[in-house]
C-alpha cells in the first residue's frame, strides 16, 4: 500500500526557511516522479515542484524564484522540500504527492505551512 506522511510544517514569519519531509511507504521514491502541490485557503491546488525518477531533473512553479529545492533521501526513502524567502503568499497545505502533475496517483495529508508576521 503507498502511503505518504508530510512532515515540517509550521509558523514562520516572512523572510524565514523551512524543511518540509515526506516519508514514503509502499514504493521506492527514487524509481518515481515525485512531486509537493500546495493549497491556499479558499484556492485550488496548486503545482510546485517536481523531481523526475532516474534522471533527478527538478522543476519548480514560477513563484518558486530560486527559493525551493525538491530533493529525495534515498537512504531514507522521503522526499524533502527546502524552503527560504517565506512569504506570506507562502502559506497553503503542502501535499507530497507520487507522479507528475497531471498524474498524480498518491497524496499525502499535508502540512500547513504559514507565513505570518
Known amino acids: 500500500e503507498v502511503q505518504l506522511v508530510e512532515s515540517g510544517g509550521g509558523l514562520v514569519q516572512p523572510g524565514e526557511s523551512l524543511r518540509l519531509s515526506c516519508a514514503a511507504s509502499?514504493?521506492?521514491?527514487?524509481?518515481?516522479?515525485m512531486s509537493w502541490v500546495r493549497q491556499a485557503p479558499g484556492k485550488g491546488l496548486e503545482w510546485v515542484s517536481t523531481?523526475?525518477?532516474?534522471?533527478?531533473?527538478?522543476y519548480y512553479g514560477p513563484f518558486a524564484g530560486g527559493r525551493f529545492t525538491i530533493s529525495t533521501d534515498n537512504a531514507r526513502n522521503t522526499l524533502n522540500l527546502q524552503m527560504h524567502n517565506l512569504k506570506s503568499e507562502d502559506t497553503a497545505v503542502y501535499y507530497c504527492?507520487?507522479?507528475?502533475?497531471?498524474?498524480?496517483?498518491?497524496r499525502g495529508k499535508g502540512t500547513l505551512v504559514t507565513v505570518s508576521s
Open positions: 504527492a507520487k507522479g507528475r502533475w497531471g498524474q498524480i496517483t498518491a
Open positions: 509502499g514504493f521506492i521514491v527514487s524509481e518515481s516522479d
Open positions: 523531481i523526475y525518477r532516474g534522471i533527478s531533473n527538478t
